[in-house]
């Protein structure tokens, strides 16, 4: 799948400024942004709901325009759009149905082992669980058997375990199946599972590679600086950036991760002392997807 120069205007805004992408077949991708940043429109964009104001968009090296290789595309939306008085078999049933799946029954029964419905097939989708509504609503798109599956944010609003489940049933239709997953995310968990991380920030992608290099890529290869701190506040947050060599600070409560070209966790550990900060332990471990987010977009993570 590809995308070259991609624009999106609003009348008054620009929501996506010449981004350009292109997924490889048979890679589990996500596109990783903070919300508001345009990943839906990406995706919609992809899926022939929302027209780009410049550039163009090529699915197995055919331009989206021709409606047939859709044929061969899943889409899974962010909010679920199933039968809701239907029970999730019926609502399977009804989706093969509607695509000519032969030998239905059979796998609708599949499909719910692999999902993990079996034990639900019976129950009306309004009595659901957000997560259980999710694995539907994937379920729905799986029985296609797709080329190319393309969900927008499939992991949101659910609780770990559910969120896991969904990432390892994503990443084996990858790796059993050999088809290509693309989708938008905002949970750094999901994003290291990924054989490529697109990372968005204002419209513009400003990062893109496989997670492991990507965390490498962060200044002195990828090294951070962990501190606990008898205390943190704004001010001593504020003083800490205006030490030398610091180049973004992650705070999470007492514990701050410094990201800085010279990681010498004792020399700084002895300037925040200078300035007021009580250290409590230092040491330097490798980067994760959490800081590669923060130094590239400059926001903070919020799962």
Same mark, same amino acid.
Request: charged letters at 25%; proline letters at 8%.
């Given at each position: 799948m590809t995308s070259y120069g991609l624009n999106l205007k609003t009348r008054r805004n620009l929501i996506l400024d010449n981004v350009d992408l292109d997924i490889k077949r048979g890679e589990l991708v996500c596109l990783l942004g903070p919300s508001g940043t345009g990943k839906s429109t990406i995706i919609e964009a992809i899926v022939g709901r929302k027209s780009p104001t410049k550039g163009n968009i090529k699915i197995f090296d055919k331009d989206i325009k021709d409606r047939k290789i859709y044929d061969n595309v899943g889409f899974v939306p962010q909010? =679920? @759009? /199933?039968?809701? $008085?239907?029970? =999730?078999e019926q609502n399977l049933l009804s989706s093969a149905t509607k695509w000519g799946i032969k030998d239905a029954k059979k796998k609708v029964d599949n499909i719910l082992s692999t999902v993990g419905l079996s034990q639900r097939k019976d129950l009306k989708a309004n009595k659901l669980s957000g997560g259980q509504l999710k694995l539907l609503s994937l379920g729905m @798109? /799986? *029985?296609? $058997? !797709? +080329? /190319? /599956? *393309?969900?927008? +944010? !499939?992991?949101t609003g659910l609780d770990p375990n559910t969120r896991d489940n969904i990432i390892t049933i994503l990443s084996r239709i990858v790796t059993k199946q050999h088809k290509t997953v693309f989708f938008t995310t905002h949970f750094m968990d999901d994003a290291e599972e990924c054989d490529e991380v697109i990372i968005i920030a204002k419209g513009k992608i400003v990062a893109q590679g496989l997670p492991s290099k990507l965390e490498k890529r962060l200044p002195c290869n990828g090294r951070i600086i962990n501190i606990i701190l008898d205390n943190v506040t704004d001010d001593l947050l504020k003083n800490i950036g205006k030490i030398e060599g610091v180049e973004k600070i992650i705070s999470e409560g007492r514990s701050i991760k410094i990201i800085t070209e010279e990681p010498n966790a004792v020399e700084l550990a002895q300037k925040i002392g200078e300035i007021g900060g009580v250290v409590n332990k230092t040491e330097i471990s490798n980067a994760t997807m959490k800081e590669v987010f923060v130094y590239y977009t400059g926001e903070d993570v919020k799962e």
């Open positions: 909010h =679920a @759009e /199933l039968y809701m $008085n239907q029970t =999730a @798109e /799986l *029985i296609r $058997n !797709p +080329e /190319l /599956l *393309i969900l927008d +944010e !499939p992991t």
